[in-house]
């Protein structure tokens, strides 16, 4: 599979873009993605002209400058977590604001409370630490969700005889990895 950098011109606005020539697609379109970081990347089959691409893209000029666009403010929007007082983490589509509480005790506990996902510790916590009781919580909240929602789902389909086995792990590339 080769691999271009090219440039697509709209407007004012030069555009760069990564095409890929891919033998193995059987078909003669071409596929657009705007990836993470607001990226255009195409991939096209070999026998596709530059010049033909471009027609094609530039009939596209509106979906790929809306989606990159949305890509680089998204990106923008982003800071970096400090696991400080006040981040904001996600539950279930919920802002949740990082409160950490110092109170002494053995255990150190992460509990969600009304707008507050809170740290009860008795130490100053180090950021390595604060990331790793967050994450623990994140996967025990998990486990406990998806439990539910198979155990409801095992229920109504009639062909599951027992409750499949649960395992939340962090990992680098893949996720929903079911068996």
Request: hydrophobic content about 35%; proline content about 3%.
């Amino acid at each position: 599979m080769n691999e271009f950098i090219c440039e697509l011109k709209i407007k004012d606005k030069v555009i760069p873009y990564s095409l890929k020539y891919n033998k193995k697609k059987n078909r003669y379109s071409i596929s657009l993605s705007v990836d993470i970081f607001g990226q255009l990347k195409v991939s096209a089959h070999p026998s596709m002209k530059k010049s033909q691409i471009n027609d094609l893209l530039l009939k596209q000029a509106l979906w790929i400058d809306k989606h990159i666009t949305q890509r680089t403010l998204l990106l923008k929007e982003k800071k970096p977590i400090s696991y400080e007082q006040g981040d904001i983490f996600y539950y279930l589509g919920e802002k949740y604001y990082l409160k950490i509480v110092d109170r002494p005790q053995k255990n150190i506990r992460v509990i969600m409370r009304e707008n507050d996902l809170c740290i009860f510790a008795g130490e100053e916590l180090t950021r390595e630490n604060k990331i790793r009781y967050i994450e623990k919580w994140y996967r025990q909240q998990a486990l406990l969700y998806f439990s539910e929602r198979i155990e409801k789902l095992c229920l109504i389909t009639p062909w599951v005889r027992q409750k499949p086995i649960i395992r939340v792990r962090k990992m680098k590339r893949q996720w929903g990895l079911l068996f």
